[in-house]
């Protein structure tokens, strides 16, 4: 692990316990993304105030009237757009329990508080679209070739200077 | 999720991850993330609390500028109320449901509306 957490925070640690938990019932082990090696660091380029945030989301969230997600290896992706009313959003996973967010999409998809913080001046503005994607992809082969580089494109289209991601 | 943002930070724009699952992102190491100690499906706040949902968006995005060091990993200080959600998720279950390879709405509606608006293929996701 390359960053420790702080010793006051009792976290879960989800490696272990799904370790344990799939052993327990005879599972094969999943195999965690490990990257040993330090990510790409970009230095921002403008102040927080002048900057463009795109939002991105996993947790298989879609607008009503859109086409949901499959929870089988789907690696297709939804835009949201900016000033989408929170009662047009709609949730299905496979692997967390959606109850919250169903009443309340912002605990997985933040846009309320990013449109306020553009409207306090705190970020200069929100992309367009948010883009929303299903996640629990076990193929890190799949997900690298067939998702992920149609989000870099969008993001670069998007004129984003920064990219805020939201895993479930 | 730090796969992705590994590769939109390799493509030239600065990341920044929330995790509510500190050990799953320490191991897939993106540049930038923000902690929020909640129950999977809360990783961008608790529900009905904007005002604590706009501190952690705020949280996030100051962290562009604030982290300077790749793979930090930064807590938010807000806790869930009942502790005892630790529990829960640490048991050793699978809550996992099938994994359907047709789109799963929400509703009955929703896969009308869908229909309506893009065919029966909203319907097999063929």
């Known amino acids: ?168 | 999720m730090g796969l992705i943002a590994r590769e939109i930070e390799a493509s030239g724009i600065p990341t920044v991850c929330l995790t509510s699952a500190w050990t799953i992102t320490a191991s897939a190491n993106p540049a930038r993330a923000v902690y929020t100690d909640f129950p999977l499906g809360h990783t961008s706040g608790r529900p009905n609390d904007p005002v604590g949902q706009l501190e952690i968006a705020r949280a996030a995005v100051e962290a562009i500028h604030g982290i300077t060091a790749p793979g930090t990993i930064i807590p938010v200080p807000q806790q869930w109320p009942d502790p005892t959600w630790r529990d829960e998720a640490r048991e050793l279950v699978d809550h996992r449901t099938e994994r359907l390879d047709t789109p799963q709405y929400q509703s009955d509606a929703d896969r009308d509306a869908a229909i309506a608006t893009h065919g029966e293929n909203a319907a097999c996701g063929c």
């Open chain 1, 1 to 168: 692990m390359s960053t420790a957490p702080p010793s006051d925070i009792d976290i879960v640690d989800y490696i272990d316990v799904t370790k344990r938990a799939y052993e327990a019932l005879g599972y094969q082990a999943y195999r965690w993304a490990e990257n040993t090696e330090p990510s790409a660091f970009v230095a921002p380029t403008k102040p927080l105030a002048e900057s463009k945030v795109v939002l991105l989301a996993s947790g298989g969230i879609y607008r009503h009237g859109d086409i949901a997600f499959t929870h089988k290896d789907d690696v297709g992706h939804r835009e949201i757009p900016v000033d989408t009313p929170d009662e047009e959003l709609r949730v299905t996973h496979f692997a967390y329990d959606q109850t919250h967010a169903r009443q309340d999409p912002n605990v997985v998809l933040p846009l309320t508080a990013l449109r306020t913080l553009a409207a306090d001046g705190v970020i200069g503005s929100v992309a367009d679209v948010a883009l929303t994607f299903m996640g629990g992809i076990y193929s890190q082969r799949r997900l690298g070739e067939q998702l992920t580089p149609g989000l870099v494109s969008r993001c670069h289209e998007l004129d984003a200077d920064i990219a805020l991601l939201v895993p479930v």
